[in-house]
């Protein structure tokens, strides 16, 4: 009779690490695949209004998703820096297509824009961990709050018509 119990917590241990795996794991490499690395600022057109500020909000979004994904797929060791190059080079020409998306006068294009550049400073870092170099190591996570901070502040300005 002990087995049963010990069996029923073994199964629950198990399906736990499925789901964790599911989520963790599964589900940005679905997005990635679904999605597309790169995609999100195909569609800004579409999904963002006809303002110059709102498509350049969508397109800065599109790409720090995109780095988020990227990362994700590169955060555990050890890294194929071939692969790691097409990345970067990937995300660096779509940080320059939505800077030329944010060329608008409203400030939520110089808003969004400035996220753009915290988001460059954040793909630096990402690039530093990666490569091994010390000197370009930074805190990622309050890198992204101020992307996060900046882009979400363009967007509501955006919605407002500035």
């Known amino acids: 009779m002990a087995r049963r119990p010990l069996a029923g917590l073994l199964r629950l241990a198990i399906y736990g690490?499925?789901?964790?795996?599911?989520?963790?794991?599964?589900?940005?490499?679905?997005?990635a695949k679904v999605v597309g690395t790169g995609s999100n600022t195909?569609?800004?057109?579409?999904?963002?209004?006809?303002?110059?500020?709102?498509v350049c909000v969508e397109a800065a979004q599109g790409v720090s998703r995109?780095?988020?994904?990227?990362?994700?797929?590169?955060r555990t060791p050890p890294h194929d820096l071939a692969a790691?190059?097409?990345?970067t080079a990937r995300i660096n020409d779509a940080i320059s297509s939505a800077e030329?998306?944010?060329?608008?006068?409203?400030?939520?294009?110089?808003t969004a824009r400035r996220?753009?550049?915290?988001?460059?400073?954040l793909h630096t870092i990402f690039d530093g961990m990666?490569?091994?170099?010390?000197?370009?190591?930074?805190?990622p996570a309050v890198q992204r709050e101020r992307v996060d901070d900046?882009?979400?502040?363009?967007r509501a300005l955006a919605r407002q018509g500035s």
Not at 17 to 31: D, I, R, S
Not at 115 to 121: A, Y
Not at 131 to 136: C, E, Q, W
């Open 84 to 87: 790691w190059g097409q990345s």
């Open 115 to 121: 996220g753009l550049d915290e988001l460059r400073r």
């Open 17 to 31: 690490a499925v789901l964790y795996f599911g989520v963790t794991e599964l589900w940005p490499w679905l997005q």
């Open 100 to 110: 030329r998306r944010c060329t608008c006068p409203e400030e939520s294009c110089r």
């Open 130 to 139: 990666i490569r091994g170099d010390t000197s370009s190591f930074g805190n």
């Open 66 to 74: 995109d780095l988020a994904i990227e990362a994700r797929a590169f």
């Open 42 to 54: 195909a569609a800004v057109a579409t999904s963002a209004g006809n303002s110059e500020g709102s």
């Open 150 to 154: 900046l882009l979400d502040r363009a």
